[in-house]
């Protein structure tokens, strides 16, 4: 008997731990996970975008638009890729690749430099446009960081929980 040959790939293995990380996001427009992965496939951290530890999601706002940007989510969330970095506790992340559902922020980015990372795997860019976007990847390029768009497979992967 041979083994099975319908496995899935490390990119899509990381990229659905990403997307269900992402799924723990209490934000009601916006949820993405990141998945930092070792050199040698290993899960070191995971983290959505989502309010600071004991910033109640009840308490702070989840709006994208309000007169006082006090009232919206933008100064307190922080990103999956940030989380991710912060809920590591194991030293460095050297070398490592993040899988991220939606392409950092400058940001997330400068973050993802610091740390060592030296691979991001996006899924979405639907902010290519942006200068947020735009100073990134200047950033991400200038520092010798690759990314690359996640490949779909058509590959649908269900979980009955």
């Known amino acids: 008997m ?9 990119d899509e293995y990381f990229m659905g731990v990403s997307m269900l990380s992402g799924m723990r996001s209490k934000d009601p427009n916006t949820q993405v996970g990141a998945c930092i992965v070792s050199e040698d496939n290993k899960i070191l951290s995971m983290g959505y975008n989502g309010f600071p530890k004991g910033c109640s999601d009840d308490e702070f706002p989840w709006a994208r638009e309000g007169e006082n940007p006090l009232e919206t989510k933008y100064p307190f969330v922080t990103h999956s890729e940030l989380n991710a970095i912060l809920n590591y506790r194991g030293g460095s992340l050297e070398g ?61 992967v269900t979980l009955d929980m």
Do not use: E
């Open 96 to 156: 490592a690749k993040i899988y991220v559902s939606l392409f950092p922020c400058n940001d997330c980015a400068k973050a993802i430099i610091q740390a060592g990372i030296k691979t991001v795997v996006y899924d979405s860019d639907k902010y290519a446009d942006l200068p947020a976007t735009k100073a990134s990847k200047r950033m991400l390029d200038a520092a010798g960081v690759r990314y690359y768009q996640y490949q779909h497979t058509g590959r649908k």
């Open 2 to 10: 041979m083994k099975r040959q319908d496995y899935i790939s490390w």
